[in-house]
Every structure is written in C-alpha cells, then in structure tokens.
C-alpha cells in the first residue's frame, strides 16, 4: 500500500509546527537589563547552519543568510534539505528560499523553489502598493496570477525567526504578524510571545524561549544573545533543530543514505491490538478511538458515526452507506493548484475515458480503471495531479488529486479526504488519502489507490481538504493516537 504518512507534513515539517516545554529547560535567572536588539544590518552572525534530527534520526540540514542588496533592501536566503526513508523508498525534500525585504523585513518581492522526490513547484511575486501579487507554477505549467489586498504590513515567513530580534528581545513581549507562506501559498496569522529566560543542557549559554502559533500550531525556538535560533523544537519534540557547523549540518547525507530506519511509519503507525485479516473487505467497522485533544474530533456523518467524550470515542464505519449530500461546497467543482480539474489535458484526457456515459458511478469507474491501468502506485510525492500525469505514478495522495480533478472535470463535485486506513503488511493504521465523489445525492467514499469504487470499512476519516491548510490539523493526530478494534465484519 501507499500511505500519505508525509506527502502533506513534509512542508509542515520544514516550519516546525508544534512545541513543547520539557525538564531539560530551567531558569536562567534575571534577562540582561538592556534587551538585546539588532537590525538586519547588525546582525552579529548573519549565516547560519542547523541540523534536522527526526524521532531520533537525523534528516536533514537547513540554512539561512540575510545580506544587503542594495537601496535600504536585504535578502534573507533560506535552503533546507531533508532524507529519508519511507515503505522502502528513499525521500527527497528541498527548499530554496529567497526573500528580498526591507530594513523592517516588511516584504517586497520573493521566490521558493520546492523539491519533493522528482517533482518542482516554484512560488514567486511581490508586494506593491498594498497588494500582494503571486504566481504558482507547478509541473512547469504556470498558474494564473493571484492577487490581495492588505491590511497592513506583510512578513515572509522565513522572518519569524528574526522579527522578535529586530523587536527586542524581553520576556512577556508579545507580538502578531500578517505573513506569506510559501507552503500553504496564501496570507497566515502569527503570534509570537517571548515567555522566558532560560538555560539548557541542550545548548550553551542562555537564551529566550519564544513560542510561535501560527495555523493553529505552534513551534518553540530559544534565541540567545546573539540573534541566533540556538535550538527549535516540534511536533512534541519529535523534531529537534540545532545550531551546526556546515560540515556537520551536511554529515547527514551520508548517514541518511545508510539509515534503513522507516522513522516516519515508526512514529505514525497505529499498532492494533485485533489484527484485521483482510481489510481490503471489510464492510463494517466499530472501534474505539482515543483523539489527542478536545478540539480534534474525526468527521461524523452518516457513513462513519462517532459518539463518545472529547478524548474517547466510539465510531462505527458502514462501508455501503453515503454521507448525505448536503454542503457541497463550490470547491468540490472548482480547480485549485492541487487538482487543476480545468487544465485542457486534464479535460481532454477525462472526456477520452468518459465517453458516453452519463451518470456518476458510471464515471467514477470508468476513471478508476483509467487510473488503475496507467498510473503507476509507488511511494512518490507530487505537488499535484498534473505532476501524477506527467510522471505516470503516484502514491496515494497523488492518486486522489488526479482522481479529483479527472471527476470534476466531468462536472462530478468531487473532494479529497485524509485520515488512517489499515495495512495488514504493519498490522495497524497509516496515514492516507482518498476521496469522496457526490454519486445518486450522496458522498461516496472512492479510493484510487485501492481502485475501490466503494472504499473499506477500515477508512477513518479525519479531514477533509487538499491544501496545506486543510492538513495541518492531522498534526495533533500523529504520534499520539490510539485505536482499538472492536468489531470488524
């Protein structure tokens, strides 16, 4: 199977999305008097490297650099790299990142470049008089540009490490940033507050503890005296960013490269106590699923029901049963720059497999054996379904996106789901993605990659979406959920 275990956190994984506090941290006595404070043309080291250590493994490195261009302008140079090891492929992941802002890092032009397995996106455009102008190119095909208006200033979001230096840096300040974020490619709200003055046995020196919330996540750096992120925690601490020299901060290459660790599916698996012996047939499951937090329920309709308290809920899963079909949403038509259901090839290529059929389960399997006999399931992440077509392979998340766009193409509403599906191979739930089609007025789940016209009962659905935004909330779900089979038939 093909789990989407990563192909939505990796760029997540790159702005460190959630922190924590833990006993390595203590006191660090009374913060020097007069609070450190640099601008962009003081800065006491302007480059820096750092190295990416993963559930204990080391992926990866990034850098940053910020240095004059001219005219009151500087650049703030970002690149990060990862490697790893996921269901036996190896994954690439990189960012090249470059900002040019003035001397309050207020932005005024940008360009991202992202690397993910065989497949580029570039993200570039500018601020002028109080628009934001932007272009997304993916699979070498440019989109149409986008365009908003502003309220107020605009920060890159690879000046958040830097903004609380060019502020000051005291304890209890509190600040909140209008940002651009080249990952979700749209405007976030930020919040940083600087909530102590601490030493570590993690790092020299002492430093500030700034936690940073933005899309309902959050990350924690220490920055010390200096203006440098001396150490950056995520993900509960699963994630561990650290001040490097560069021939270290590179090391990882080599060791990435002998590393068979799977430490993505270690850290995301949902071991079940009940194994299931053929979950690809399975019509009906019931169990009980333990939600990290209050505020992060699964999705309850009329094909999977949960009822239970905020942390402990019982769901039951009827295959056979549609959600109702209200709440369409115009998106479940439109095109996005994951599922560009109006590109010419797509259109061309859906009416081709369609032909003359006219109703929607006819169309869902016409695509599905489309798909099932051209497009190649193989651990390979794809920013969107045209890169699937390109490459004539995908894993699940690249499958779902080409199936959406091929259905809404012929104008059947169609969305993307992610949640947890079973695996008998790692007997227990990984991360997926699949779709739901509106067929007969009601939501049918289908999923691609399975080539299932009516997806199994062990499908947990826990959001529903394609962009960035949309999957962050699977955050808080990873690496600290537990199910526990009750009853499958």
């Keep these: 199977m093909r789990t989407r275990t990563v192909s939505a956190l990796v760029p997540a994984l790159l702005i460190f999305l959630s922190g924590c506090a833990s006993p390595y941290f203590r006191d660090a006595g009374a913060p020097p008097l007069q609070a450190p404070r640099y601008s962009l043309a003081g800065l006491p080291q302007p480059e820096y490297w750092t190295g990416v250590v993963f559930n204990g493994a080391k992926i990866g490195f990034s850098h940053t650099r910020v240095a004059p261009a001219g005219g009151d302008l500087y650049e703030l140079q970002g690149e990060a790299v990862l490697r790893f090891r996921l269901l036996g492929y190896e994954k690439r992941v990189q960012v090249r990142s470059l900002d040019m802002v003035d001397e309050n890092a207020h932005l005024v032009r940008f360009s991202y470049h992202y690397l993910l397995d065989d497949t580029e996106q570039e993200v570039s455009g500018e601020v002028r008089e109080g628009r934001l102008r932007y272009r997304v190119s993916t699979a070498g095909r440019p989109s149409e540009q986008k365009e908003e208006t502003l309220s107020g ?6 000046a958040l490490g830097l903004l609380p230096v060019l502020e000051g840096l005291r304890v209890g300040k509190e600040f909140q940033w209008q940002v651009f974020n080249g990952e979700t490619q749209g405007i976030d709200r930020a919040r940083q507050r600087i909530l102590a003055y601490e030493a570590s046995d993690l790092f020299s020196g002492n430093a500030f503890k700034v936690q940073t919330d933005m899309l309902g996540l959050h990350s924690t750096t220490w920055i010390d005296e200096r203006g440098l992120p001396v150490l950056e925690l995520g993900l509960n601490g699963v994630i561990v960013s650290a001040l490097e020299e560069e021939r270290t901060a590179k090391r990882y290459l080599t060791s990435a490269a002998l590393n068979k660790d799977e430490v993505i599916v270690s850290w995301s698996l949902i071991k079940s106590p009940l194994p299931l012996p053929d979950p690809r047939r399975a019509r009906y499951l019931k169990f009980t699923l333990f939600a990290p937090s209050p505020t ?16 402990d809920r019982v769901c039951e899963i009827d295959a056979e049963s549609d959600s109702a079909g209200d709440a369409t949403g115009p998106e479940a038509l439109l095109p996005s720059s994951s599922v560009q259901s109006r590109d010419p090839m797509i259109r061309k290529l859906a009416q ?6 006219t109703s929607a ?16 399931k193989e651990a390979v992440d794809t920013f969107s379904a ?3 077509l390109d490459a004539k392979r995908g894993e699940c998340q690249g499958h ?6 091929l259905m809404r193409a012929l104008d059947v509403p169609t969305r993307v789901v992610n949640g947890l599906v079973y695996s008998s191979e790692y007997q227990g739930f990984l991360y997926h993605t699949w779709a739901e089609s509106l067929v007969d ?15 199994d009962a062990t499908h947990i659905a826990l959001v ?3 962009t960035l935004s949309d999957l962050t909330p699977l955050v808080d779900w990873v690496g600290n959920t537990r199910i526990r089979v009750l009853e499958a038939r």
């Design 400 to 405: 779902a996106y080409l199936y959406a766009a």
């Design 153 to 158: 200033n605009l920060y890159p979001s690879g």
């Design 296 to 311: 992060r329920i699964p999705l309850s309709d009329s094909r999977q029901r949960c009822d239970g308290s905020a942390l």
């Design 464 to 466: 529903r979406g394609e």
């Design 386 to 388: 045209l890169d699937v």
């Design 361 to 376: 389960a006819d169309k869902v399997d016409a695509v599905l054996a489309w798909l099932d006999r051209n497009i190649s």
């Design 441 to 455: 007025s009601g939501w049918r789940a289908v999923d691609p990659t399975f080539n299932q016209s009516r997806a």
């Design 352 to 357: 081709s497999i369609a032909g003359q059929r």
